[in-house]
């Protein structure tokens, strides 16, 4: 069994940052791409960005330049660093983790952030 528990959302005024956290716990093995999507009230979720086994990452437009995502193979953590936050960047954050053979998507419960003045 596998779980995702995701850390790090709030509540923070634009320009700020926030950090967001996503560790695997469980029969762990052969961990793949990871992942954060988000999705705002009444939008579709979208990929913010994603990384490969390898370390390659991929980001929406929207966010190039102002998130950085990373990972700790050791700790099964891949992590979302979020700067320049933006109202419209308020939604709630999902992590997804693909592991093992062959691969299967694991979703974390998802994070609210929330940029407000």
């Known amino acids: 069994q596998v779980q995702l528990v995701e850390s790090g959302g709030g509540l923070v005024q634009p320009g700020g940052s926030l950090r967001l956290s996503c560790a695997a716990s469980?029969?762990?093995?052969?961990?793949?791409?990871m992942g954060w999507y988000r999705q705002a009230p009444g939008k579709q979720r979208e990929l913010v960005a994603g990384i490969s086994s390898g370390g390659s990452t991929n980001y929406a437009d929207s966010v190039k330049g102002r998130f950085t995502i990373s990972r700790d193979n050791a700790k099964n953590t891949v992590y979302l660093q979020m700067n320049s936050l933006k109202p419209e960047d308020t939604a709630v954050y999902y992590c997804?983790?693909?592991?093992?053979?062959?691969?299967?998507?694991?979703w974390g419960q998802g994070t609210q952030v929330t940029v407000s003045s």
């Open positions: 469980g029969s762990i093995f052969n961990i793949n791409a």
């Open positions: 997804r983790q693909s592991i093992g053979r062959p691969p299967r998507d694991y």
